[in-house]
Nanobody, 120 residues
Framework: QVQLVESGGGLVQAGGSLTLSCSVS????????MAWYRQAPGKQRELVAV??????NYANSAKGRFTISRDNVKNTGYLRMNSLKPEDTAVYYC???????????????WGQGTQVTVSS
């Protein structure tokens, strides 16, 4: 069984920074892709950033302010968020495509989410 656990959320003032972490545990062979999504109250979940095979992509709202990275040894992903705005307030979810031992193809997993609140 694979588990994703996010941490690092919290309350921050506008202009501040936070770093989210996503720890992936279980019988992992390889993590193909890691991504961060967010969901604000009353809105659909949206992709924030994704990292796969060293390449990264960002939502327009995140470009220039957020940085996604991963540590393949620790099986941990990160989202560094700078210059935070009140509109960044949301629950942030980690998503990963993971190949487990005994399997050839990856399966997609979600974390439980971590709340990020940006005050004006």
């Amino acid at each position: 069984q694979v588990q994703l656990v996010e941490s690092g959320g919290g309350l921050v003032q506008a202009g501040g920074s936070l770093t989210l972490s996503c720890s992936v545990s279980g019988s992992i062979v390889r993590i193909n892709m890691m991504a961060w999504y967010r969901q604000a109250p009353g809105k659909q979940r949206e992709l924030v950033a994704v990292i796969s095979s060293g390449s990264t992509n960002y939502a327009n709202s995140a470009k220039g302010r957020f940085t996604i990275s991963r540590d393949n040894v620790k099986n941990t992903g990160y989202l560094r968020m700078n210059s935070l705005k009140p509109e960044d307030t949301a629950v942030y979810y980690c998503n990963a495509d993971v190949i487990q031992q005994g399997f050839i193809r990856g399966r997609n997993y979600w974390g439980q989410g971590t709340q990020v609140t940006v005050s004006s």
